[in-house]
């Protein structure tokens, strides 16, 4: 029995390669590939690991003969042809959890970065002002939605 082959169209961290890897399949990486390169590999993989650059379009998905999955390493799925997928039967998968942490982090960064004027005082300190009256910003305690 061969193993399993996959194809990592994306940068995807190097534990998870590596865990794919122990797991039992073989794993290769076109990191900048193409359309038209993808098209040409494609038929030698039962998966491919995608993040947000690859466009999996229905020229792939025909090529892929032995496409079983494709696997979108993040949230959405815009980038994968899924009505092709459909035709293919192509199941199609995704990691909708994986960014909760880093986006929950960064809209109270931004939050905090809008309530206190960080960006914009910054900008003034760089430019030699120092317009600390207006760059005040408030204080989220307090507020109507507390």
């Known amino acids: ?21 122990k797991a ?39 090529a892929g003969k032995r496409l079983r999955v494709v696997a979108r390493s993040g949230v959405g799925l815009d980038n994968i042809d899924l009505e092709a997928a459909e035709r293919r039967g192509v199941e199609v998968v995704n990691s909708p959890e994986a960014s909760s942490n880093a986006v929950a982090e ?5 939050m905090l970065s809008l309530a206190r004027k960080i960006a ?11 317009a600390k009256d207006w760059l005040t910003g408030i204080e989220l305690r307090g507020q109507p939605w507390e």
């Open 24 to 62: 039992g399949f073989e794993v290769d990486m076109k990191l900048s590939a193409t359309e038209c390169e993808l098209v040409k590999a494609v038929s030698r993989y039962d998966a491919i690991i995608v993040r947000s650059r690859t466009k999996v379009t229905a020229q792939i998905l025909e």
């Open 120 to 130: 914009e005082a910054d900008t003034s300190m760089k430019r030699g002002e120092w």
């Open 1 to 21: 029995m061969r193993a399993k082959r996959i194809l990592i169209c994306d940068p995807i961290h190097e534990d998870g390669v590596e865990m794919l890897r």
């Open 106 to 110: 960064l809209a109270l960064g931004m």
